[in-house]
């Protein structure tokens, strides 16, 4: 029931908010949304251009959120106690002094990282020379696959993405010149990622150097 009240209210808020534009220079501009954690997400714009207030008013509607609605006098503002892994749509609107919302304000979407429990943890690299590294993570708590199921992504290039049931792994034929970012993700069922995972930067022969000095 509070489900389908929030519905309502979301779909009736959308109708009246489409319904008129006010203009740009009246509403926020340049929204961002940096999820910081299983349960937060950071919001971040640019002030409108013109106000009729010496402190410019925000409202701030994340319907799928509780509590969803928020005020601010800044161009910035945290949205807590989110659930994990799931998506956010959230509106900004400038307020005038009347207690007017402009429209069509901005808005944007952000998926929260997934729990703790279900990222793995601790990476850790161990160059064995400068064209190897072994990769090693503590596992995960929480896992819809029995064995979990891991997936070692290497600079970003999910398309060459490594899999393994083990939490450790040598990776082979590195190019001693070039530094590595490794990322380790679990897997659902599907195939999608866990979010965040874990990620360690590495340069292979700079490590080795150091270890034969």
């Given at each position: 029931m509070i489900q389908l009240k929030l519905c309502l209210i979301f779909t009736i808020y959308l109708v009246w908010a489409e319904a008129r534009n006010d203009g740009d220079k009246?509403?926020?501009?340049?929204?961002?949304?940096?999820?910081?954690?299983?349960?937060?997400?950071?919001?971040?714009?640019?002030?409108?251009?013109k106000s009729d207030q010496s402190t410019q008013l925000y409202n701030i509607i994340c319907p799928a959120s509780y509590p969803f609605f928020f005020k601010t006098n800044r161009t910035s503002y945290t949205v807590k106690k989110a659930s994990p892994g799931t998506s956010y749509w959230c509106i900004i609107h400038s307020v005038s002094s009347s207690g007017y919302w402009y429209k069509p304000g901005v808005s944007i979407g952000a998926t929260t990282w997934n729990a703790v429990a279900r990222n793995p943890r601790h990476l850790n690299a161990l160059v064995q020379n400068d064209t190897c590294v072994r990769l090693t993570w503590q596992a995960v708590r929480k896992s819809d696959r029995k064995p979990a199921l891991y997936t070692i992504v290497i600079n970003s290039d999910k398309g060459n993405s490594i899999t393994t049931s083990d939490t450790s792994y040598a990776v082979t034929n590195l190019n001693s010149s070039l530094t590595y970012k490794f990322e380790v993700f679990s897997t659902n069922p599907a195939g999608n990622f866990y979010q965040p995972g874990v990620a360690t930067d590495v340069t292979p022969w700079k490590i080795a150097l150091k270890t034969i000095n």
């Open positions: 009246f509403n926020p501009r340049k929204l961002t949304a940096e999820v910081q954690s299983a349960r937060s997400i950071r919001l971040r714009w640019q002030a409108a251009e």
